[in-house]
């Protein structure tokens, strides 16, 4: 067959030597103006999670206030609870607690029926669980009745914490921000989940636990999409909070010594509070059924406000969030048995709270379960071998915070992330690291739900709320 001869250069036409070198500057050019369209269209996502992040600081600084100001209006206080319903009678404490929790359950009740009469009726859906399905509209009538009832159960000492329901209504406010952006669908998951991190980040001061939260548990590591706008959101609403409320770290502690026989310590606390955290989600399970048992929700609710007082009574420590309680856990000058005392009656107030169906959260009190068991066990440990060993039993009350918190939320990098930020004791990431990676392992056998799938917030609808 005859074939056609390559042509020679002197054959090849003029243009043709020159065309590879107009194809690179061709690409160079389309790579170019790509970059400049890509950084076109993520600049209004980006600037949108900075009116995010200042919004969702200031809607956690007015939900403090109003919290505060519920406490004002009960207690004739404005301290942290504990401290409040010291200055309190006993028989006041039960009566706060009683009333304020029945006037919760009243809110929540009628506010669910007013609910009902909306265009998306009763059903609430949890904020994680909308930013894992893509849900990007919350119900605002749902979210506006919990938020009253949880406004009523914390300003009048439930054993639970106000941080959860913080969370909760900044993702109300940022998914009802791109209504008024007009933000198309796909901007508007992005910013729930800036809501979400901007959230935690404001609350407990954690800007990097903020965006690991989100990433650990809404969106996965994988949505290279989302991480700017969530660093930014998050960056924000942790500036103005550290501006306007307070620049030290949550819990303000002195630099820890870390020692090697700390990472020996960690492993045995680790496998430890793996149970303890079980036993902590189990305990909440079975007050919650117990519970279930009384059909009225404004009754059942005030059931759980009257063994909360009555517990208050003889241990007016229960009140609240547990904040002051790791605060003092982190001092290690409490004795463990008294240590042991409030951390049993906490664990009793908080399943009272949780069970009943006050809107709150238990990721606090989870916190403190972590802290006064790490304190306990430095202590008892300290009699029994040399004080050389133990070293300072403040590195357990850490280690045994993001042990705790592991157990309960299986969210492993987030207890690492938030609990050295919360401390600011980044020295002690190695045996935090060891106890987290144990009490994960150890937990994830016994088969139970990590808080009701939601780490921060356990609310009144039941597993998955």
């Known amino acids: ?78 301290s942290e609870l504990a ?41 609430h859906v949890d904020y994680i669980d909308a930013a894992r399905a893509g849900h990007v509209d919350l119900n605002d009538r749902t979210n506006l009745a919990r938020s009253v009832s949880a406004l009523l159960s914390i300003g009048t000492g439930a054993s639970i914490g106000r941080e959860g329901p913080m969370v909760q209504v900044s ?56 991480v700017a706008p969530v660093l930014i959101a998050a960056g924000t609403a942790s500036c103005l909070s550290w501006m306007v409320v307070d620049a030290r770290p949550l819990y303000a502690v002195a630099p820890l010594q870390m020692q090697a026989s700390s990472l020996l310590f960690a492993v045995a606390a680790g496998v430890l509070f793996g149970g303890v955290g079980w036993a902590f989600l189990h305990v909440m399970e079975l007050s919650r059924r117990a519970f279930a048992h009384v059909r009225s929700l404004p009754l059942r609710m005030g059931l759980g406000g009257v063994l909360v007082g009555a517990l208050s009574a003889y241990v007016p420590e229960v009140w609240g969030n547990g904040y002051g309680l790791v605060a003092s856990a982190l001092q290690g000058v409490d004795a463990w048995q008294w240590l042991a005392l409030v951390l049993l009656a906490k664990v009793a107030a908080t399943s ?49 915070m993001a042990a705790v918190l592991t157990s309960t939320t299986r969210a492993p990098l987030m207890a690492i992330t938030i609990v050295l930020e919360m401390t600011n004791q980044f020295q002690l990431t190695m045996p935090v690291m060891l106890a987290c990676a144990m009490a994960y392992a150890v937990s994830t056998q016994f088969g139970t739900r990590p808080l009701y799938g939601n780490p921060i917030e356990a609310g009144s609808a039941g597993p998955g709320n």
């Open 171 to 226: 993702a109300w406010a940022a998914s009802t921000l791109p209504r008024l952006f007009k933000a198309p669908p796909e901007q508007r998951r992005i910013l729930l989940v800036c809501g979400i991190a901007a959230g935690i980040a404001a609350t407990y001061r954690a800007p990097v636990a903020g965006v690991v939260f989100v990433l650990e548990l809404a969106l996965g590591f994988f949505a290279r999409h989302a």
């Open 83 to 123: 401290q409040a319903a010291r200055a309190l009678a006993p028989w006041q404490r039960l009566a706060v607690c009683s009333v304020g929790a029945l006037l919760a359950g009243l809110a929540l009740h009628w506010g669910n029926r007013w609910a009902a009469r909306g265009p998306r009726g009763d059903v």
């Open 352 to 400: 009272f709270s949780a069970g009943s169906g006050a809107i709150g959260g238990v990721f606090t009190p989870a916190l403190f379960v972590g802290a006064a068991g790490g304190g306990v066990l430095a202590r008892v440990a300290a009699l029994e071998l040399p004080a050389a060993w133990v070293g300072d039993a403040r590195v357990l009350v850490v280690i045994g």
């Open 1 to 78: 067959m005859p074939t056609n001869p390559t042509p020679t250069v002197e054959e090849r036409p003029a243009d043709a030597a020159a065309h590879p070198r107009v194809t690179r500057t061709g690409r160079r050019r389309l790579l170019r103006a790509a970059r400049w369209s890509a950084t076109a269209a993520a600049l209004p996502v980006w600037l949108r999670a900075v009116v995010t992040g200042c919004v969702v600081a200031f809607v956690t600084i007015a939900f403090r206030w109003l919290v505060q100001a519920v406490e004002w209006l009960a207690t004739g206080q404005t």
